[in-house]
């Protein structure tokens, strides 16, 4: 496993099982709103699924479960690919409160075992801003189709490029220029949410932003066929893009 990858683990399994019980609540309260509404708990996402039902899904960085199980729930054969065992744990706690089986594959996304894996998926999605943990963006993409079944269909969404300029999501990283290559290190995505003196203790995630295009051309080049792409509005404020929704297919 790369060096950077083990600096992710590190910050993505520092209190993250306390923070999802703080944060979503005990897998019990969390599988009741699941199982209430499994359509609405997937949000705009909803909308880029053909169907639910025996579909087998991969979950890359599915991260506590939070869109897997809905799926699950609705029929879909769903496995999150995640890098912390902090997340697996809560995710598989709420899977089983809901009565849902779900798989869970702790370890890093660029090492999936193929001899297992490949070509076996309708859908591979990803959603929630993880991009930027993968500093090649093309070997990440290649990853990603090997995992399709021919005619699959990748749905990747995530924070819009240009939060590289400007924090429009309220993330509290540093802005950058649009076109910069660098490598730097920052907080893990729930770290403005502790007191003052855990989060300065928490390790720092290594990350690596794209624009638009290093994105798009990473797809193509992979060899999927690009079918859509959707700019959404920032959360709190709706005149500047905030995230993004990317479909294509094997």
């Known amino acids: ?3 950077y990858c083990q600096q992710n683990k590190k910050a993505w399994e520092y209190n993250a099982y306390d923070f999802w019980i703080n944060n979503s609540g005990e897998p019990k309260e969390r599988a009741k709103k699941d199982l209430e509404d499994p ?4 949000k ?3 909308d880029y699924f053909e169907t639910y039902k025996d579909i087998k899904v991969a979950n890359i960085c599915g991260s506590c479960g939070k869109k897997a199980i809905p799926l699950a729930i609705l029929g879909s054969e769903v496995t999150i690919f995640d890098i912390s065992e902090d997340n697996k744990r809560y995710a598989l706690e709420v899977a089983d409160a809901a009565n849902v089986k779900i798989n869970f594959v702790v370890g890093d996304v660029l090492e999936i075992d193929m001899n297992k894996y490949e070509a076996s998926f309708d859908v591979v999605f990803m959603e929630g801003g ?6 090649d963006l093309n070997q990440f993409m290649k990853v990603m189709y090997q995992l399709l079944k021919p005619n699959g269909r990748l749905i990747c969404s995530d924070f819009h490029p240009f939060q590289k300029i400007a924090d429009m ?3 509290e990283q540093p802005a950058m ?3 910069s290559s660098d490598v730097f290190e920052g907080e893990m995505a729930h770290a403005r949410f502790f007191p003052d ?3 300065k203790q928490m390790p720092l995630c290594s990350y690596r932003k794209y624009t638009i295009s290093e994105i798009i051309n990473a ?3 992979a060899g999927f066929t690009l079918s859509r792409f959707d700019e959404h509005p920032a959360w709190k404020n709706n005149s500047v893009p905030g995230e993004f929704t990317l479909v294509a297919r094997r």
């Not at 359509?39 to 997937?42: A, F, N, P, V, Y």
């Open 1 to 3: 496993m790369k060096n």
């Open 39 to 42: 359509r609405g708990m997937l």
């Open 44 to 46: 705009r996402y909803a």
């Open 130 to 135: 993880i991009l930027h943990y993968f500093h």
């Open 169 to 171: 999501l309220g993330l």
């Open 177 to 179: 220029n649009y076109f």
């Open 197 to 199: 003196e855990i989060r």
């Open 219 to 221: 797809v193509i080049t």
